[in-house]
């Protein structure tokens, strides 16, 4: 499988979710559940660590991601992402990218395999998809 992108630019296929939601090993799930906890505050247990993708349908999508306007828009319009989208600026898109920014600051913070594994997919977004056309 090639690279898979969100609707806002998220590296999904390399997105600890997506890749533990592959696994048929729960230690995977688990483990991405304990980092998240650690790193973003969240409390998922393993059993919600799976994620088919940006794209798929809401009941294989993480959690956080079901509600996504972006997500949401891009799917109802069949669009691949927000990049091929004319319609911008897009506040759905701009909300969406939001959560992202600064990630990149925890490389200094953080031992780099971790960063790597469950901080970088999320980076750079902004780049993968511009909020704004042109």
Excluded: K
Excluded at 18 to 38: K, L, T, Y
Excluded at 67 to 73: E, F, G, L, T, W
């Amino acid at each position: 499988m090639g690279v898979q992108l969100s609707a806002c630019g998220v590296i999904c296929s390399q997105c600890p979710a997506f890749v533990a939601g592959q696994s048929a090993d729960p230690a995977a799930r688990a483990r991405v559940a304990a980092a998240w906890h650690d790193l973003y505050g969240l409390n998922f247990g393993p059993e919600a660590i799976a994620c088919g993708g940006c794209f798929g349908p809401d009941e294989a999508v993480f959690p956080t991601s079901r509600q996504c306007a972006a997500r949401r828009c891009c799917r109802d319009r069949g669009l691949v992402n927000c990049a091929v989208c004319g319609d911008r600026p897009c506040a759905r898109l701009e909300r969406a990218q939001t959560n992202w920014d600064g990630l990149e600051e925890r490389a200094a913070t953080l031992p780099e395999p971790v960063f790597r594994e469950f901080v970088l997919p999320y980076c750079h977004a902004r780049q993968r998809v511009p909020p704004a056309a042109g």
